[in-house]
C-alpha cells in the first residue's frame, strides 16, 4: 500500500489549497482515512477523517468549518480542501489510512499506513 500526498506549498492567510493523498494497492478496504498535521515542536494531530462506510467525517475544531476532507472511491484518493489559511495552519500534513485484509488474505488483519507529508506555509 503505498499513499501519496500532493497539493502543499506556501501561501498567504486567507487563500486556499487542496491536499491530495491518492493510494494504491488492492486486496483490502479502507477502514479511516484521515489527514494528521505536525507543526515544528509540536507534536501530530489529527486535522479531519473520513469513514469509508457512509462517509461521516470529523475535524479539528481549530478547522472546522474551514477545511473539508472528501474522498473519491472511484480514484481511491481522498482530499482536504483548505480555506481561509491562517499561520497556525502551517506544518507538515500527512495522509494516514487503516485498512483492513480479509480473513482469508496472506496479509489478515488491520494495517496503518502514512504518506511522507506535504509541507504547507502559510505566511501572515
Known amino acids: 500500500v503505498q499513499l501519496v500526498e500532493s497539493g502543499g506549498g506556501l501561501v498567504q492567510a486567507g487563500d486556499s489549497l487542496r491536499l491530495s493523498c491518492a493510494t494504491s494497492?488492492?486486496?483490502?478496504?479502507?477502514?479511516?482515512m484521515g489527514w494528521y498535521r505536525q507543526a515544528p515542536g509540536k507534536q501530530r494531530e489529527l486535522v479531519a477523517s473520513?469513514?469509508?462506510?457512509?462517509?461521516?467525517?470529523r475535524y479539528l475544531e481549530s478547522v472546522n468549518g474551514r477545511f473539508t476532507i472528501s474522498r473519491d472511491n472511484a480514484k481511491n484518493t481522498i482530499y482536504l480542501q483548505m480555506n481561509s489559511l491562517k499561520p497556525e495552519d502551517t506544518a507538515v500534513y500527512y495522509c494516514k489510512a487503516e485498512i483492513i485484509y480479509p480473513s482469508n488474505s496472506y496479509y489478515q488483519g488491520e494495517y496503518d499506513y502514512w504518506g511522507q507529508g506535504t509541507e504547507v506555509t502559510v505566511s501572515s
Open positions: 473520513i469513514y469509508s462506510g457512509g462517509g461521516n467525517t
Open positions: 494497492g488492492s486486496g483490502f478496504r479502507f477502514n479511516v
